[in-house]
């Protein structure tokens, strides 16, 4: 892509270089309400593929599943990006197979987080679908937002970066300081995600978006925290089931073994909880 010279944003100047569009934004609601209007409205044409919207004082954020999303001005990194994916010949790749897109966010982040944690005694990995944890504890998270249009997909993360135990949301929580990360570089943690999603999205489009030949659901098998463990899983609607989360399919979605000899459940979307193992419903099935 030809993208216009710009001048590198005097804080971030390694981020702004490896996007196509950077808007840094001292407070906003939410970056991916304002990406997603701003992509979809009169002005789209001037929002390509790898825009980018971030803040590090985001006063409305969204989670998944309707929840919000919060943290203290100055604590954390809200980003979103904007993906409108074509392949190696400009073909558009279709939106049936953007459904592993935030998978790939959550793959980057991991990555990213990993790389500046590692020295902490706890592992870094990714819950299903794609939180990304320290130990047991939540340090980021992901939402996929598609256009009203279907012309776009915007994928919001948020990081925590020096919340304190005291500032943390839920108890469930982390941030890097808290795991010992230290001298935290804002403008490294933006830089290294949109290096490492821009990497593992062009590897995704250059295989026509194929989640298995571009590698993508073997970094997301390989990074999983999930696999392998009894799980409860809440679908959306309330409805309630527990089982060992088995693999994941070509879509990124969590096969999970049920009990009794049920057919395999495939999660689309829902929430997650670890459970110990005995607490599955299932006798001995790792
Ligand atoms: O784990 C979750 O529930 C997903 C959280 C996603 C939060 C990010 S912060 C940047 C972007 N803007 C939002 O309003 N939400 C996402």
């Known amino acids: ?14 981020s702004s270089a490896s996007a196509s569009r950077f808007e840094w934004m001292t407070r906003a609601g939410s970056t991916n309400e304002v ?51 074509h392949d190696g010949e400009g073909r558009a790749i279709p939106v049936e197979r953007w459904g592993v897109l935030p998978l790939v966010a959550g793959i980057a982040m991991a990555q990213v987080v990993h790389g500046l944690a590692h020295r902490s005694a706890v592992p870094v990995g990714l819950k299903w679908p794609n939180d990304v944890l320290i130990g047991s504890r939540k340090v980021s998270g992901i939402l996929g937002e598609l256009l009203p249009d279907a012309s776009g997909l915007v994928i919001g993360a948020g990081v925590n ?8 949301p839920v108890p469930t929580a982390t941030s890097l300081r808290l795991a010992g990360v230290q001298d935290i570089d804002p403008d490294a943690v933006l830089a290294g995600y949109l290096h490492d999603l821009t990497v593992l999205y062009d590897r995704w489009r250059a295989s026509g978006g194929d989640a298995v030949a571009s590698g993508v659901l073997d970094d997301a098998v390989r990074m999983s925290v999930t696999l392998g463990r009894a799980v409860r899983v809440e679908l959306p609607g309330g409805v309630v089931r527990r089982g060992v989360a088995r693999s994941l399919d070509e879509g990124g979605r969590l096969v999970v073994e049920l009990p009794d000899g049920q057919p395999p459940l495939v999660v689309s979307a829902g929430d997650v909880t670890h459970l110990r193992h005995d607490d599955s419903g299932i006798g001995d099935s790792r």
């Open 35 to 85: 990406l997603v209007q701003a992509a979809a409205g009169p002005s789209a044409a001037e929002w390509p593929d790898l825009a980018v919207v971030a803040t590090d004082d985001q006063t409305a954020g969204k989670g998944r599943l309707g929840r919000s999303w919060s943290a203290p001005a100055g604590s954390s990194l809200a980003i979103s990006v904007l993906l409108r994916p």
């Open 1 to 14: 892509m030809h993208l216009p010279h710009r001048a590198p944003h005097p804080r971030f100047p390694l």
């Open 161 to 168: 970066l020096t919340l304190t135990e005291e500032q943390l």
